[in-house]
């Protein structure tokens, strides 16, 4: 089943364990990082789906972050929409999902959610977050702000998110869940809405930041 899933990157950090000598301004390493949106198979027919994972391989930002003062810390980042690629067997055995599309399925799920009816690729080749504010919450994680633009739409999100600094780099984890019709398209669907996919989709977001 084709799916065509919105697909923002976020970054998010929290106070754990903090030291001054995390202030800084930090580069997301794609390398040590990992973006998923994980698509939930819908309809009267949905036995006959998958559920989808698709992974970002090309994007960028930066972190200015201040432990001390974690209010002024901001945060901006960039997706490459045409590095989305859907349903790497690796990424589906991670998040334990059943059966495996073949080549052939992955291509023509990656061709549908890049077309003009979707992401529209040629129109809006990057999906970007940029935070306008950020708070600490009584749990120790930073509730982030910001503007998450989609097909060049723009909406305010909010999610909590925590940090620690493993191995020399600033590792957030957080989780966001949206609504792909929020950015001016709809899911994929087939035969009249039996095989569709649903409307909320969840980001999952492991990245690590490292200093210059």
């Given amino acids: 089943m084709r799916a065509a899933p919105g697909f923002a990157l976020l970054f998010a950090v929290s106070v754990f364990a903090v030291e001054p000598a995390w202030a800084g301004t930090f580069t997301i390493d794609p390398g040590q990082s990992a973006l998923v949106v994980q698509i939930f198979k819908d309809g009267v027919a949905a ?30 980042v960039k997706v490459e929409v045409e590095s989305l690629q859907a349903d790497d067997p690796a990424t589906r055995r991670k998040f334990g999902l059943d059966g495996e599309p073949s080549a052939k399925d992955r291509a023509d799920i990656e061709t549908t959610m890049k077309s003009d009816g979707q992401l529209a690729a ?3 080749p990057s999906i970007t977050f940029a935070s306008t504010s950020i ?7 930073l509730l982030v702000t910001g503007r998450l633009t989609i ?39 087939a035969a009249l809405g039996a095989i569709k996919n649903k409307d909320e989709v969840i980001l999952h977001i492991d990245l690590g930041a490292k200093a210059p």
């Fill in 122 to 124: 040629a129109r809006f």
């Fill in 47 to 76: 036995r006959l789906a998958h559920d989808h994972v698709v992974q970002a391989r090309a994007f960028s930002g930066t972190v200015a972050y201040d432990p001390q003062k974690p209010e002024a810390s901001t945060i901006q």
């Fill in 151 to 189: 097909r060049g739409i723009a909406h305010e999100v909010k999610f909590p998110a925590q940090v620690t600094m493993e191995s020399g780099l600033l590792r957030g984890r957080a989780e966001l869940t949206f609504k792909q019709s929020s950015f001016g398209y709809q899911p994929y669907r």
């Fill in 135 to 141: 708070a600490k919450q009584p749990d120790g994680r």
